[in-house]
């Protein structure tokens, strides 16, 4: 067997591997330039992706979120723009309709986009598709009580949420606050009691007395009759 | 050196040792310690069982593979150089050729390989087609001959290069009675033009009729080397004996051959002495007999390669006791 | 004649023995047809279409060629246990590889050749012109394969023949992709993440330029110095290429 030794074999490889770099440079440059393509100007529909995924539209739609993300990062790094975002958003979640997180960060990067209306559009359909889903409920509250400032549509979806199975604790504090915001104290004051009873966190409960004790005072405030019968 | 300014040592191998790796931990060791000389124009003939470790040395001989340890020499260069390649016929174990090339066209590519092109490629490969035989196939397809013939296109493909070192894996396997005589009179003839062979075979009279050397491996180690003379007992085993006429049986004897007609038989008797040997040959011919020959036995290659593998691995083999004295 | 072109001749024979070659081949001739059927629609773009749809034509079917047939050239030896045969003989292991290489350019080159004879009856038999740009395209094309040709090399004498297709496919689809990669690079504010990335941009093969100078048959034809530069990037990728295929190969054992 031939004793060459590897390291200069190494070396040769390597230099003329380095060479040919330089060789692609001026092949490169000497070619006529092409115009960069629109960006993602090729981007099928959600549908199409899901037809052509042979029965694995979620692996398409998983390929499609690497390119949103490659997308997103892009641009935050430099022009802070998302033009394409609901487009493409909207692609992956037709591809794949149970991708919460899809909806989710597809909304909060239209919404930074300075576009709140596709942003609520595109939460919505994530709802329609996902209605048992507590997250779904409680991100629309919320992108409701940030962007929109509807206290009272924010206070419904948040209520909608607590109802939801496994739906955390905090959510129907979420609830209560944003009915307070919303000027609804009676739906506020039935929402602490309940928080108050439930719990079994004592910070929790302290909390939520609190609250009911401040909401009942505003209410005898108000001078509402015999407010006593409520809650006890 | 010899007089033409060849090595005297065609092959050699000085402590080598292989070690293949199965899976991640496990090392199966091949060979270890292997220190031997094929010495310029003899045959040697290498004997083991399989797994012994004669295809690796054999392997190692061409750079097949490496050494683990150890040194060596081919053709007085280093172990699979190249240049001594040049020098070197193969022929592996089974008949690995290329089925959809005819007889010609392997030998025409095989040759090419080894450096040969024009007229003198065109000599080589005749020369190889008229040493084994291979007139009448020469233009079919390999994949069309049966084994018989492929082993023969093989040992064809080793001859190509007019080589002074021939390394032949089981030669002598698949061929038919008369391509075996053929091929066993190739071989005598090309250590008579000073080639030198090393040979593997598991036919052992093949091994006796034609070996000036054999090396007995076992578990990668030489536990008998030498000539056969000096290594098989001289020691009697026992008497064949050859009668004409019908015999149905013979008490203590085991009959070696029959022909019906005419009636003839051959007996083997072991283990009886000179003195029961008579009382057996008085016997016959009062039976009205005739006894044709009677030969006694020594320890054949067989009866060796039986008695020394079974001893304790490792153990260098004595000499067997009554040898003649060397001269 | 040299082992190395004996090698390289008897990988030729041996490749276009293969009934595969001559069921791509019809494949492509029925894929053609239905390009002629196509132009019609195209609203007097028919020249366009046919030339695009039969260029990468060319360039799938070649780099499946590669990847089919260069991909199994060592194991099939190793399986058959000729490499026994070749391997003895005075044949140096660099000399096994560049013929096998030579041998498997032969193929791809008989294949091109074929295709754009196609290509090119399709287009005439349409009323299209054809020019010395659509062979200027097939060389772009054949220069690409070269360098697929290597990588396929490089793989089947390091790997399985599986592995080494799912790996040569990963290159080829790298390499047409390796824009977004400097353009990563450009991004990262890591001096030594964006050395690294444009290091790896460099290491993997530029087969994206080869594709840009296929589509000079449709403007600017490519002057003869930008195709010498062509070339040389490939010739200087290949024998970097085969430099590990030997470092590799060399270290290969034929129990």
């Known amino acids: ?144 009580y940030v962007y929109r400032r509807s206290m009272p549509e924010a206070a419904r979806a948040f209520e909608q949420a607590a109802a939801l199975p496994d739906a955390p604790e905090y ?62 | 050196m010899t007089r033409t300014g060849e090595p005297d040592c065609a092959l050699r191998y000085e402590g080598i040792s292989k070690i293949f790796r199965a899976g991640l931990r496990r090392r199966v060791p091949a060979l270890r310690g292997v220190s031997l000389e094929v010495r310029a124009g003899e045959i040697l003939a290498l004997l083991g069982h399989n797994g012994a470790g004669k295809t690796t040395l054999v392997k190692l001989a061409l750079g097949l593979l490496r050494p683990t340890g150890g040194t060596g020499s081919l053709l007085g260069r280093p172990l699979g150089d190249r240049a001594a390649r040049r020098s070197v016929g193969f022929q592996p174990e089974q008949p690995y050729l290329y089925p959809f090339l005819t007889v010609r066209e392997t030998l025409r590519f095989l040759g090419e390989l080894s450096g040969f092109s024009g007229a003198r490629l065109r000599g080589r490969m005749a020369d190889a087609v008229e040493g084994c035989g291979l007139a009448e196939v020469v233009d079919r397809p390999v994949r069309r001959l049966s084994r018989g013939w492929q082993q023969r296109v093989a040992l064809a493909t080793a001859l190509l290069p007019d080589p002074r070192l021939l390394l032949l894996d089981e ?3 698949g061929l038919d009675p008369d391509a075996r005589f053929a091929l066993k009179e190739l071989i005598r003839r090309l250590r008579a033009e000073g080639r030198t062979v090393v040979f593997n075979s598991h036919v052992l009279p093949d091994v006796e009729q034609l070996a000036d050397r054999v090396v007995l491996l076992q578990r990668g180690r030489v536990i008998a080397e030498g000539r056969l003379e000096t290594l098989l007992s001289e020691e009697v085993q026992g008497f064949e004996i050859e009668v004409r006429g019908a015999l149905p049986g013979l008490p203590g004897a085991e009959a070696v051959w029959r022909h019906a007609d005419p009636a003839r038989s051959l007996w083997w008797l072991p283990g009886i002495d000179a003195g029961e040997l008579q009382r057996v040959l008085r016997g016959l011919i009062d039976a009205g007999v005739e006894v044709v020959g009677v030969a006694p036995r020594r320890e054949n290659l067989e009866a060796f390669f039986a008695r020394v593998t079974r001893a304790e691995a490792g153990a260098a083999v004595k000499p067997a006791s009554g040898r003649r004295a060397a001269g | 004649m040299t082992p190395i072109l004996s090698l390289a001749r008897h990988t030729l024979i041996d490749a276009l023995r293969e009934r595969l070659l001559r069921m791509l081949a019809l494949f492509l001739v029925v894929l053609l047809l239905a390009t002629r059927l196509a132009s019609p629609l195209a609203l007097g773009e028919g020249r366009r279409v046919t030339l695009d749809l039969g260029l990468g034509l060319l360039s799938l079917f070649g780099f499946l060629l590669v990847m089919l047939l260069g991909t199994r050239m060592v194991q099939q030896e190793v399986e058959g246990r000729t490499i026994l045969l070749v391997l003895a003989r005075p044949v140096h292991r660099i000399e096994f590889l560049l013929g096998k290489l030579l041998g498997l350019l032969g193929v791809v080159a008989i294949g091109l050749a074929g295709m754009l004879g196609i290509l090119a009856l399709a287009l005439l038999t349409a009323g299209y012109a054809v020019d010395a740009s659509l062979a200027l395209a097939g060389l772009c094309a054949f220069l690409e394969l070269t360098i ?33 990669l400097l353009e990563m690079a450009r991004l990262v504010s890591q001096p030594l993440l964006a050395g690294a990335l444009k290091g790896v941009f460099h290491l993997l093969p530029r087969l994206d330029l080869y594709s840009s100078a296929l589509q000079a048959v449709h403007g600017t034809p490519l002057s003869a110095g930008t195709v010498l530069w062509g070339v040389a990037y490939a010739a200087l990728y290949t024998a970097g290429v085969l430099g590990l295929a030997l470092l590799v190969f060399r270290a290969r054992e034929f129990a």
């Not at chain 1, 100007?41 to 992706?49: A, E, K, Q, T």
């Not at chain 1, 929790?204 to 006593?228: C, F, K, M, N, Q």
């Not at chain 3, 697929?148 to 992709?177: E, K, M, N, Q, R």
Request: charged residues 20%.
């Open chain 1, 171 to 232: 959510v129907r504090r979420f609830a209560a606050a944003s009915w307070e915001r919303a000027e609804r104290p009676e739906i506020a004051l039935r929402l602490w009691e309940e928080i108050a009873v439930r719990t079994d966190n004592a910070e929790v409960r302290r909390i939520a007395e609190s609250h009911r004790r401040a909401l009942g005072a505003a209410g005898a405030a108000r001078a509402t009759p015999d407010p006593a019968g409520r809650g006890r």
């Open chain 1, 1 to 144: 067997m031939n004793r060459a030794a590897p390291i200069p074999l190494t070396i040769v490889a390597a230099l003329c591997i380095g060479l040919a770099a330089r060789a692609a440079g001026e092949f490169s440059r000497r070619q006529a330039p092409v115009a960069e393509p629109a960006e993602l100007v090729l981007f099928p529909s959600g549908r199409m992706l899901a037809e052509m995924s042979l029965g694995h539209p979620q692996l398409l739609a998983d390929a499609a979120w690497l390119t949103a993300i490659q997308y997103y990062g892009k641009h935050r790094l430099t022009d802070r723009r998302y033009p394409l975002a609901p487009q493409i958003f909207e692609v992956i979640t037709q591809a794949d309709p149970g991708f919460r997180n899809a909806y989710l960060f597809g909304a909060l990067v239209t919404a930074e986009d300075g576009n709140p209306a596709a942003a609520e559009a595109l939460l919505r359909r994530g709802l329609e598709r996902n209605p048992g889903s507590w997250q779904m409920h409680f991100e629309l509250g919320f992108f409701l």
């Open chain 3, 148 to 180: 697929v040709s290597a990588l396929a090399v490089l793989l089947a004498a390091s790997t399985s023949p599986i592995l080494s297709a799912f790996l040569l496919l990963a290159l080829y689809v790298a390499g047409h992709l390796l824009h977004g």
């Open chain 2, 171 to 173: 030669p002598l396997g």
